[in-house]
C-alpha cells in the first residue's frame, strides 16, 4: 500500500490531513484511474472501488490545495440520492465501505455526459449573453434575464473527455457519431428528466431548487445504469428558494449552494482556466471557507447533520476498509 500525500506542509493540522492523492494496491486490483476528482480502483470486469477525494477542479483544471472533507461530503451526498432514485433507474452502487469510498458495479460509460438545465445560469448564461442562441442544437429565445427558469428542463449534452475540455454536442450529433445508439439515447434521455424531476422535489422539500446537474450513465451486461455521483455541489447548481423570485426580479444574483461560487473567485481573480493564466493562492483559510459551504450543502440537502470522519490514519482506514468490503463481493 502506498502513501496518500497530504496537500502541502503548512501548519495547520486539519489541512494536513486534506487527502488528494492516492495509490494503492490491492490484491485482485487489475486497473487504477486517477480523475479530477475521483481515483478509481478496478477489479476485473465486475467491480470498482471510487473513492472521492479532497481534490477540487474548476475550468477542468485541478486546483493546487484541497478542500477539508470534501471527498467525504461528495461521496455520502451521491449515496444518498443513489439510493433515493435507484427506483428510476438501477445505479452501480453496491455499499459505502468508507466514508470517502464506494463500491459498486464496473459499467462501459457512455462517451457523452447528461447535463440537464432547469434555469438559465453559469456556463449556459455565460454563452447567451454573448449572443449565443443555439446551446447543443436547442434554440433560445430572446429576452431571456440571468436566473430565469425554463418553460421545461433542458437537456444540453456534452462529450466526456478523459483529458482537457468537455465540449457541448447535440443530440443528433451523439446519435450521428456512434457516440450513444438512438434507443439507448432515447432511455437516458427518459432518465434525466426522471431524475431531475425526483431531485427537484427533493430539493423543494429542503427549501432549496435545484437548478442543474448532469449524470453519467453505463451498461453492463446489457442493463444501462445510472453511475458515478449525482445531485452533488460538484456536478449540481443550487440556489435557496427563499427570496428567488425577489432576488431575480430585481437583477440580483442568487444566494447558492454549489461549486460556482469557487468559479466566480476564481474569475474575479483572473483565472478562466485560459493558456498562460495563474491560479490565485488558496490559503488554508479559504479552503476552510469552501469546506465550510460543501458541509452547509450537506446538511441543508439531506437533513442530516454531517459527522466529521477523524482524518488520522486516514490511509490505512481506506485501505482496511476496502479490503473488508472486496471479501464480501
Request: charged content about 30%; glycine content about 6%; proline content about 4%.
Amino acid at each position: 500500500m502506498a502513501n496518500i500525500s497530504p496537500i502541502n506542509t503548512h501548519k495547520d493540522n486539519l489541512m494536513n490531513q486534506t487527502l488528494v492523492k492516492s495509490d494503492f494496491r490491492f490484491e485482485g486490483q487489475t486497473d487504477v484511474y486517477h480523475g479530477k476528482v475521483r481515483d478509481v480502483y478496478f477489479f476485473g470486469k465486475d467491480y470498482i472501488a471510487m473513492l472521492a477525494t479532497d481534490r477540487i477542479s474548476a475550468f477542468d483544471v485541478i486546483l493546487p490545495a484541497g478542500i477539508p472533507f470534501k471527498g467525504q461530503v461528495l461521496n455520502q451526498i451521491a449515496a444518498y440520492f443513489l439510493d433515493a432514485t435507484s427506483d428510476i433507474v438501477p445505479n452501480w452502487k453496491i455499499s459505502t465501505p468508507d466514508p470517502m469510498v464506494t463500491i459498486g458495479h464496473r459499467c462501459e460509460p457512455f462517451k457523452v455526459e447528461m447535463v440537464i438545465r432547469g434555469y438559465i445560469t453559469g456556463s449556459a448564461w455565460r454563452a447567451y449573453k454573448q449572443g449565443e442562441r443555439c446551446i447543443c442544437g436547442i434554440e433560445l429565445p430572446e429576452g431571456l434575464k440571468e436566473n430565469q427558469r425554463f418553460d421545461k428542463p433542458i437537456i444540453t449534452p456534452t462529450t466526456k473527455a478523459d483529458e482537457g475540455h468537455d465540449e457541448n454536442i447535440s443530440r443528433e450529433e451523439i446519435i450521428a457519431q456512434g457516440l450513444v445508439s438512438e434507443e439507448d439515447y432515447a432511455q437516458i434521455e427518459r432518465y434525466t428528466y426522471a431524475l431531475f424531476e425526483r431531485g427537484q422535489r427533493m430539493a423543494a422539500e429542503r427549501g432549496l431548487i435545484l437548478v442543474d446537474t448532469k449524470y453519467e450513465f453505463g451498461k453492463k451486461d446489457g442493463r444501462i445504469y445510472l453511475i458515478d455521483e449525482i445531485h452533488t455541489p460538484d456536478s449540481s447548481r443550487y440556489f435557496y428558494a427563499d427570496g428567488y423570485e425577489e432576488r431575480f426580479e430585481k437583477g440580483e444574483a442568487q444566494k447558492q449552494l454549489s461549486k460556482e461560487f469557487v468559479r466566480q473567485w476564481l474569475i474575479e481573480n483572473g483565472f478562466e482556466g485560459k493558456a498562460g493564466q495563474k491560479i490565485p493562492e488558496m490559503t488554508p483559510e479559504y479552503c476552510r471557507s469552501v469546506s465550510d459551504r460543501y458541509i452547509e450543502l450537506y446538511e441543508k440537502v439531506t437533513g442530516k447533520t454531517f459527522e466529521r470522519c477523524p482524518s488520522e490514519n486516514i490511509t490505512e482506514r481506506i485501505h482496511s476498509n476496502i479490503v473488508e468490503a472486496l471479501k464480501n463481493l
